[in-house]
């Protein structure tokens, strides 16, 4: 069984996606771990997911550079329970655990339930929200209940709102009920903000307003208070990890969290004989930014004879906030001194240092002059794009040492020097005209060539939802369309006129809105709404919604006597048997009886008081016969006032579930 899965960032920019189905999961360096990673900053066995009685959890197995939680350092063997969301760091190695239960009204355990009671002297109702100060990190989800007492002498509807978060970060399981009088009933309000690190950590006021459907300029307001939690995430990469002696290198390091990182950059050399500068050795980054650190590490004295050697060091990131994770990345710097060991025993005297001296000369004299590195052709796939579609990058280039890809200036991508192009996702980059650059180092050297691209926002349905999630034939209902087209220049509506309201719509309504329309569905046939968008050029889209539409069944709470008008003297058509499922399509204008659909095609009514409906309607707002008639008997009926007919329940319709749309990349 499948309970979760790790999106992984590796530090050159790729991405991989794992599957967690095993309940003893080992992450390490060593080939026998579930998931290996070769990767030096890793230990052979570095951490463990298990999965036991529906529960997630995470330890850290002694490892050297330890497994952090959303930027906090686990203890070792010390079980942390995933919910999912979590950002986890182990070595460089940047990872997403995603549970496969996203059901986001899940228990949150609180030391102390603190509940806020708002109320009106001149309202009939009230509200009580309980714990009025919640934490959450982004990715993770919180809920907090709100219960609505009715106070007044008949049942009333009521609608909740929740404003002061992003649109996105927020779910109410009942947006719109009704409660019946002098009784209460709850509503779940879940809170999961997004891991994205432009989600600002901080206290946010949410603001919660419960209104009368009747009358709606009759409103409570209540708040409470939401602390969003910062992450922390973190990308590091060389451009370039084999270097020859005097050669500069580049450490690319990009905050990939929602709070302002503090870095130090430092050199650690593993063997003693290297000197490495970095500058800056400090910078600090806002959230979602990157910055370039130059460097260099030569040995620290120069060998005249000797074989050629290879010195490893590590390039360390270490932060300055709470979670002081380290992060370090292995490079390695080749020393080949010009005289080989053994021309040593051949120098002797006065003619052996002249020959050192005449061998030394030829050397520097016959070093290879550095080339310049040419970068021949440069170009794009197309000078304007739609954002989301992939963008390639070729070149043609000569004598390079390395090469890099930047984005107005910032470097996004190392590749290799002899590579001749890359593709770029689109997708993260805004509207508008972007720069990139390749940039070609050799020899020293170091030149540049550009494009120009402009990036589009395609014609996309971002959201196209409704409320709600099915319909009941013969019943009088609300229906609510929301929808979010960004560039539409005007949106149409079509399915709605005719078969389920007879109200005339607007041709056209904004690139975002929603729409509420009353109607009583006639047919048990599945209502499709279709929304077609259109942009000032002319370009369309467009998205279909299907919404079940289900019977109004009651039964019987005993036997039922029909009649052929609502009306106990007149001619008994039925009786119903006890406890027997029926469907009823109308009820009479005082509301006292009910009108059930008989085998044949034979009308029966019945009394209101003789049946308990199914919650999935509201008796009130089934269809009202304003004139009855007097039923006519099929000719192979006789009527009489002591037989009984049967009902067989009828099937219950099975809704089918709804596409949900996706939103526009």
């Given at each position: 069984m499948t309970y979760g899965r790790l999106d992984v960032f590796f530090p050159d920019g790729l991405f991989k996606t794992y599957t967690l189905s095993d309940p003893n999961t080992t992450i390490g360096r060593s080939n026998t771990s579930t998931i290996p990673f070769d990767n030096e900053t890793l230990s052979r066995y570095h951490a463990n997911i298990t999965f036991k009685v529906n529960q997630v959890g995470i330890t850290d197995l002694e490892s050297e550079n330890g497994t952090f939680i959303d930027g906090t350092r686990l203890e070792p063997n010390t079980l942390h329970v995933l919910i999912g969301g979590e950002e986890i760091l182990i070595g460089d190695l940047r990872m997403i655990f995603h549970s496969t239960d996203e059901n986001p009204t899940r228990p949150i355990e609180v030391p102390e339930e603190t509940t806020q009671?708002?109320?009106?002297?001149?309202?009939?109702?009230?509200?009580?929200?309980?714990?009025?100060?919640?934490?959450?990190a982004p990715g993770a989800h919180i809920s907090t209940r709100i219960s609505i007492s009715n106070e007044s002498d008949k049942a009333e509807r009521f609608i909740v709102e929740i404003t002061g978060l992003p649109r996105e970060w927020v779910r109410i399981d009942k947006p719109e009920l009704e409660i019946a009088p002098k009784a209460s009933a709850d509503v779940l309000v879940s809170f999961k903000p997004l891991r994205r690190s432009d989600s600002r950590p901080g206290?946010?006021?949410?603001?919660?307003?419960?209104?009368?459907?009747?009358?709606?300029?009759?409103?409570?307001?209540?708040?409470?208070?939401?602390?969003?939690?910062?992450?922390?995430?973190?990308?590091?990469?060389?451009?370039?990890?084999?270097?020859?002696?005097?050669?500069?290198?580049?450490?690319?390091?990009?905050?990939?969290?929602?709070?302002?990182?503090?870095?130090?950059?430092?050199?650690?050399?593993?063997?003693?004989?290297?000197?490495?500068?970095?500058?800056?050795?400090?910078?600090?980054?806002?959230?979602?930014?990157?910055?370039?650190?130059?460097?260099?590490?030569?040995?620290?004295?120069?060998?005249?004879?000797?074989?050629?050697?290879?010195?490893?060091?590590?390039?360390?990131?270490?932060?300055?906030?709470?979670?002081?994770?380290?992060?370090?990345?292995?490079?390695?710097?080749?020393?080949?001194?010009?005289?080989?060991?053994?021309?040593?025993?051949a120098i002797g005297g006065i003619g052996a240092v002249l020959l050192a001296v005449l061998l030394f000369g030829l050397v520097i004299l016959l070093r290879p002059v550095p080339v310049e590195p040419e970068i021949v052709q440069f170009a794009v796939s197309a000078n304007e794009i739609a954002q989301g579609d992939p963008l390639a990058l070729s070149w043609t280039v000569n004598n390079a040492e390395t090469l890099t890809v930047s984005l107005n200036g910032t470097p996004v991508q190392a590749v290799e020097p002899g590579s001749n192009g890359v593709q770029i996702d689109t997708a993260p980059i805004p509207e508008g005209v972007q720069t990139f650059s390749l940039i070609a180092s050799g020899g020293g050297m170091e030149i540049e060539a550009q494009q120009n691209v402009r990036i589009t926002v395609p014609l996309r349905v971002r959201s196209f939802t409704f409320t709600p999630n099915l319909l009941v034939r013969y019943v009088n209902q609300t229906l609510t369309l929301a929808w979010d087209v960004p560039n539409a220049a005007l949106v149409r509506l079509i399915g709605l006129e005719g078969f389920f309201t007879t109200t005339a719509l607007a041709d056209a309504y904004p690139a975002s809105g929603s729409l509420s329309v009353d109607g009583i569905p006639v047919t048990d046939d599945p209502l499709t709404v279709t929304l077609i968008a259109q942009s000032a050029a002319g370009e369309s889209v467009e998205q279909t919604l299907t919404l079940d539409v289900i019977d109004p069944q009651c039964a019987a709470n005993a036997d039922v006597t029909l009649y052929a008008n609502p009306n106990t003297g007149a001619q008994v058509v039925s009786t119903i048997r006890g406890a027997t499922t029926v469907i009823v399509n109308a009820q009479d204008p005082s509301g006292q009886w009910l009108r059930v659909e008989l085998p044949g095609g034979v009308p029966g009514w019945g009394q209101r008081s003789g049946f308990v409906c199914a919650d999935s309607f509201i008796v009130d707002d089934l269809f009202t016969e304003l004139i009855v008639p007097t039923a006519v008997l099929p000719a192979t009926v006789a009527p009489t006032n002591t037989g009984t007919i049967t009902v067989t329940p009828s099937p219950t319709r099975t809704p089918r579930p709804s596409p949900t749309p996706s939103p526009a990349g």
């Open positions: 009671r708002v109320e009106l002297p001149d309202l009939d109702f009230f509200i009580d929200i309980a714990d009025s100060y919640q934490s959450v206290d946010y006021t949410v603001e919660i307003g419960v209104r009368l459907k009747s009358k709606p300029d009759l409103i409570l307001h209540g708040s409470l208070n939401l602390l969003v939690l910062p992450y922390s995430g973190f990308g590091m990469a060389l451009d370039k990890p084999r270097l020859k002696t005097g050669e500069r290198f580049r450490l690319f390091v990009h905050n990939q969290g929602s709070d302002t990182l503090p870095l130090t950059i430092s050199g650690r050399d593993l063997g003693g004989a290297l000197r490495i500068t970095l500058t800056p050795s400090r910078v600090e980054l806002p959230p979602g930014q990157r910055a370039v650190i130059q460097g260099e590490a030569r040995p620290k004295s120069a060998r005249l004879f000797g074989d050629p050697r290879q010195h490893s060091f590590d390039i360390v990131a270490r932060s300055g906030d709470a979670s002081g994770f380290m992060v370090a990345a292995r490079a390695y710097v080749g020393e080949n001194p010009p005289l080989p060991r053994w021309s040593i025993f």
